[in-house]
């Protein structure tokens, strides 16, 4: 049914108002075919009742024609008093479906309704302007009039697909042709929507829901719309945009833009070019300020954002160049804050190098100030007469932090509270006009691990009328002060282990005489002599000490080392055994190895001593129980500057970690626990030497010992042993066997003992004696060298003290092989053997026994080097 547009549809207002005109529907059957039913079913009712009535006598008819009659005059009486009183209307809609239809004729938009079979039962007059339909027979379904494009037609087919699905779908065409040929012109967009609508059920609330209540039929609502005008809108707009960038581009001064953290976000082609960047390789956030700010520059940008308030901050600082050049611009700084947080920065760039904007020597003259200025490795602030902080260079920003909001704050706030006396004190001389101040050492408030150094000078000139009266130059001390103190403590400790060296040296002496005396007299006094037991306890107490002055030649790096190639893994899995019974049950003991370790040339059997040591401590520092972890692993030589330990030379490590998870040693003791003697155990509990030891074993290995500790959470010791790298496989040095129990230790070789201590002397030259050697004695190094050159007897071999007075042991040897090249010699000395080897020449054949020693070592040693 054809309709004009432009018709009025109601004009049933009843308070006399003016009518609501829309344009009628081009389509609109579904109220056609609704009353050609209600028509249908009425004429059938009628039909019947005919043939019914046909079929009955008329004396049996008459009373049902005559109620028939009845009723349908009933009826008619019926609607005319309804119709008098407005309650049934003739040839009219009701309200709510007139509004219905009104809103859905009067769309700016086209709408189209379909069956499951893609026949149109609806179609606002929009959707026939739209396709340029002039009347009902013209009206093409969605499919077709968009089906004659390519792009139209798939976007078509996905909604489609998307309406079977039971879904809502939108797509956006953009057609070489619109839809209505002859109307219009040109390329032409259309925003395509659909969705299903399942009439009758109740769920609709819509207008259309409510035009087709009762319907039981499910339909397609399509909602076409021409959006050429605002792509054309979008399209303009952009290239304003466009336009807008091109300026910014090619301003005179250059402009950023940077998010809170430092990421650039922006930044414009002026400024590309000067500090060379190529802007189509920039991404937004790939750059940050300290990569395009020289120096500590960035850290006033960072004072004026944290001032908590938009306004424009003026900075002169320097910008890198990609050809590592300065630039000095002045920058024109605006952080925006929303809600108290601050936005994405807007900064003007001023370039102010020579050639730039400003060309005269004023500007030549700050451009050099503020380069000097902010580039300086001091910090330098000026204070006022009230002692606050007035201007401020970089250095000075990153070292204490930026300005508060106000952006003035005490000196002397900087420094803990203990420090600020002497600060004061400082300030009070430099606002007098005193200049002879000392540099005043304090720690910085805000972080208690940093020491400055504070130079406090008064500003000359400074008049009545200004306010700046001093200035402050900061020297961060934080480096040195941790290296003095590395440098204190390991004078210390070579000091320490000078002195423990020294006195092993001694005692090694006395504890030979002691326990040589003791054997002689075991040799006169069998086990049932009532004196045997007596000198057994000499002894073994000469013993006891004996393993002291190894413990203090070892942290003064001067004990015997039988240095050999070793993996570290090997080592602790033979020594966990021993390590599970001394730790006990309460403490869990775990091993945590890296792969494939380095090897390391080390003495394993000091080694083990260290691992031991370290685990007993742990043991003792977990009185309650608790976890002792042994890792290894291996670090490369770049990774040692990841280390906080600046002592700790560039090398490849086998790292030895040993964790416990005890109380932690005490700040107050930290700096004494390698030191001999020093121990925090009861009396009779320890020695002190335990971790001295350590100590020294690490140290003569080469390797470097450090610790990290915790109060209630434990300590790590990290030790970081060399790691050895050798081309031909070395075979380990070990010990030399042991000699049978019953071996021959005797001979008659001429033996000349060269000892300046005289017990050692005698019980040296009676044990030999015994052993039917000829022995003959000297004091000294060059008493033995006049014996062998004027006495004339021969002599076979020359047992000699290394540290002796006028003329030592290698210098006895050099002087020696001058006249007799073959003789042989065994050094005797409580230093290492690598002490005094180095001093010899180069392939010299020696042997070693190391003091104290026993009557049967010395004769044992004898026996070897003659090869008797």
């Given at each position: 049914m054809q309709r004009a547009e432009g018709r009025e549809a109601i004009n049933d207002s009843s308070d006399g108002s003016?009518?609501?005109?829309?344009?009628?529907?081009?389509?609109?059957?579904?109220?056609?075919?609704?009353?050609?039913?209600?028509?249908?079913?009425?004429?059938?009712?009628?039909?019947g009742a005919v043939i019914a009535f046909a079929f009955l006598p008329a004396a049996a008819a008459q009373p049902f024609v005559l109620a028939l009659l009845g009723l349908l005059s009933v009826v008619g009486v019926f609607t005319l008093f309804a119709a008098a009183i407005g309650l049934l209307r003739f040839?009219?809609?009701?309200?709510?479906?007139?509004?219905?239809?009104?809103?859905?004729?009067?769309?700016?938009?086209?709408?189209?309704?379909?069956?499951?079979?893609?026949?149109?039962?609806?179609?606002?007059?929009?959707?026939?302007?739209?396709?340029?339909?002039?009347?009902?027979?013209?009206l093409r379904s969605v499919e077709r009039a968009f089906g004659g494009d390519p792009v139209g037609s798939d976007a078509v087919f996905r909604l489609s697909r998307a309406l079977r699905e039971g879904r809502m779908a939108v797509e956006e065409v953009r057609l070489t042709r619109p839809l209505a040929v002859p109307a219009i012109a040109g390329a032409r967009w259309y925003r395509i929507a659909v969705r299903p609508?399942?009439?009758?059920?109740?769920?609709?609330?819509?207008?259309?829901?409510?035009?087709?209540?009762?319907?039981?039929?499910?339909?397609?609502?399509?909602?076409?719309?021409?959006?050429?005008?605002?792509?054309?809108?979008?399209?303009?707009?952009?290239?304003?945009?466009?336009?807008?960038?091109?300026?910014?581009?090619h301003a005179p001064a250059g402009f950023l833009s940077a998010e809170p953290d430092g990421r650039i976000v922006y930044l414009n082609a002026t400024l590309a070019d000067w500090l060379g960047i190529d802007l189509a390789r920039f991404e937004p956030g790939?750059?940050?300020?300290?990569?395009?700010?020289?120096?500590?520059?960035?850290?006033?940008?960072?004072?004026?954002?944290?001032?908590?308030?938009?306004?424009?901050?003026?900075?002169?600082?320097?910008?890198?160049?990609?050809?590592?050049q300065s630039l000095p611009v002045r920058l024109l700084h605006r952080v925006p804050y929303a809600d108290g947080a601050p936005g994405a920065t807007r900064t003007i760039v001023l370039n102010r190098s020579r050639g730039g904007d400003v060309e005269d020597d004023l500007r030549a003259v700050?451009?050099?100030?503020?380069?000097?200025?902010?580039?300086?490795?001091?910090?330098?602030?000026?204070?006022?007469?009230?002692?606050?902080?007035?201007?401020?260079?970089?250095?000075?920003?990153?070292?204490?932090?930026?300005?508060?909001?106000?952006?003035?704050?005490?000196?002397?706030?900087?420094?803990?509270?203990?420090?600020?006396?002497?600060?004061?004190?400082?300030?009070?001389?430099?606002?007098?006009?005193?200049?002879?101040?000392?540099?005043?050492?304090?720690?910085?408030?805000?972080?208690?691990?940093?020491?400055?150094?504070f130079y406090i000078s008064p500003i000359a000139d400074a008049s009545e009328d200004e306010d700046e009266m001093a200035t402050a130059y900061a020297l961060d001390m934080t480096d040195q002060r941790a290296l003095e103190l590395q440098l204190r403590q390991a004078q210390k400790m070579e000091a320490v282990g000078q002195l423990a060296?020294?006195?092993?040296?001694?005692?090694?002496?006395?504890?030979?005489?002691?326990?040589?005396?003791?054997?002689?007299?075991?040799?006169?006094?069998?086990?049932?002599?009532?004196?045997?037991?007596?000198?057994?306890?000499?002894?073994?107490?000469?013993?006891?000490?004996?393993?002291?002055?190894?413990?203090?030649?070892?942290?003064?790096?001067?004990?015997?080392?039988?240095?050999?190639?070793?993996?570290?893994?090997?080592?602790?899995?033979?020594?966990?055994?021993?390590?599970?019974?001394?730790?006990?049950?309460?403490?869990?003991?775990?091993?945590?190895?890296?792969?494939?370790?380095?090897?390391?040339?080390?003495?394993?059997?000091?080694?083990?001593?260290?691992?031991?040591?370290?685990?007993?401590?742990?043991?003792?520092?977990?009185?309650?129980?608790?976890?002792?972890?042994?890792?290894?692993?291996?670090?490369?030589?770049?990774?040692?500057?990841?280390?906080?330990?600046k002592s700790l030379p560039a090398a490849d490590y086998v790292l030895l970690e040993v964790e416990d998870t005890g109380t932690g040693i005490p700040p107050e003791i930290q700096g004494r626990i390698f030191e001999p003697f020093f121990s925090t155990k009861e009396v009779g509990k320890g020695t002190g030497l335990g971790l001295a030891t350590v100590y020294g074993i690490v140290r003569q290995t080469g390797g470097h010992i450090h610790f990290t500790t915790e109060a209630g959470r434990g300590t790590v010791f990290h030790i970081f042993v060399p790691r050895h790298v050798q081309a031909v496989p070395a075979k380990p040095k070990r010990a030399p066997d042991k000699p049978p129990e019953h071996a021959d230790l005797t001979g008659s070789a001429s033996i000349l003992i060269v000892e300046d201590q005289e017990a050692i002397r005698i019980v040296a030259a009676r044990a030999l004696a015994s052993r039917g050697y000829s022995v003959h004695e000297a004091a000294s190094g060059l008493e033995a060298l006049d014996f062998i050159r004027t006495s004339g007897i021969p002599v076979d071999l020359v047992v000699s003290d290394v540290v002796m007075p006028e003329l030592?042991?290698?210098?006895?040897?050099?002087?020696?092989?001058?006249?007799?090249?073959?003789?042989?010699?065994?050094?005797?000395?409580?230093?290492?053997?690598?002490?005094?080897?180095?001093?010899?020449?180069?392939?010299?054949?020696?042997?070693?026994?190391?003091?104290?020693?026993?009557?049967?070592?010395?004769?044992?040693?004898?026996?070897?080097?003659?090869?008797?």
């Open positions: 003016a009518g609501i005109a829309h344009p009628e529907a081009a389509v609109d059957r579904f109220d056609a075919a609704r009353g050609i039913g209600r028509l249908l079913v009425l004429a059938a009712v009628l039909v040839g009219s809609r009701r309200e709510g479906e007139t509004i219905a239809r009104a809103f859905l004729d009067g769309m700016s938009d086209g709408l189209v309704l379909a069956d499951a079979e893609g026949r149109l039962v609806y179609a606002n007059a929009a959707y026939a302007r739209l396709t340029g339909a002039e009347g009902e027979r013209d609508l399942a009439l009758g059920d109740g769920s609709g609330r819509g207008a259309v829901s409510r035009l087709f209540a009762g319907d039981r039929r499910t339909l397609a609502v399509w909602q076409i719309a021409d959006i050429t005008a605002d792509r054309e809108q979008q399209e303009t707009a952009f290239q304003e945009l466009q336009h807008a960038i091109d300026y910014l581009d790939g750059l940050r300020l300290r990569d395009i700010i020289r120096g500590d520059g960035a850290a006033l940008l960072a004072a004026a954002e944290g001032t908590g308030e938009s306004r424009t901050e003026i900075v002169d600082l320097d910008l890198l160049k990609r050809n590592g700050e451009v050099r100030f503020n380069r000097f200025f902010n580039h300086t490795p001091f910090a330098i602030a000026t204070i006022d007469r009230r002692g606050r902080i007035g201007r401020t260079n970089a250095p000075f920003l990153r070292l204490f932090g930026p300005q508060p909001g106000d952006g003035r704050r005490r000196f002397v706030d900087l420094v803990v509270e203990g420090d600020r006396s002497s600060l004061e004190t400082a300030l009070e001389y430099a606002f007098a006009g005193r200049s002879d101040m000392p540099p005043v050492d304090a720690t910085v408030a805000a972080d208690g691990a940093r020491s400055v150094r060296g020294g006195i092993a040296h001694d005692f090694n002496n006395v504890l030979t005489a002691i326990i040589g005396f003791s054997d002689l007299l075991l040799t006169n006094h069998k086990a049932s002599d009532p004196s045997f037991q007596d000198i057994m306890n000499i002894k073994q107490n000469a013993n006891r000490a004996a393993g002291l002055v190894r413990q203090l030649l070892a942290f003064s790096r001067k004990q015997t080392m039988l240095p050999q190639v070793i993996a570290v893994g090997d080592l602790l899995s033979d020594v966990s055994v021993l390590l599970e019974r001394l730790v006990g049950e309460k403490v869990k003991l775990a091993f945590v190895h890296g792969r494939d370790l380095w090897p390391i040339r080390a003495d394993a059997n000091q080694l083990e001593q260290v691992v031991i040591n370290l685990a007993v401590n742990a043991r003792d520092a977990m009185p309650k129980g608790g976890t002792l972890t042994i890792r290894t692993r291996n670090v490369a030589a770049d990774e040692v500057a990841g280390f906080p330990y030592d042991g290698p210098s006895l040897l050099r002087e020696l092989r001058k006249d007799h090249p073959n003789l042989k010699i065994i050094f005797v000395s409580g230093y290492a053997e690598d002490a005094f080897a180095r001093n010899l020449p180069p392939g010299e054949v020696f042997g070693f026994l190391p003091k104290p020693f026993t009557i049967k070592e010395l004769v044992t040693a004898v026996k070897e080097t003659l090869g008797q």
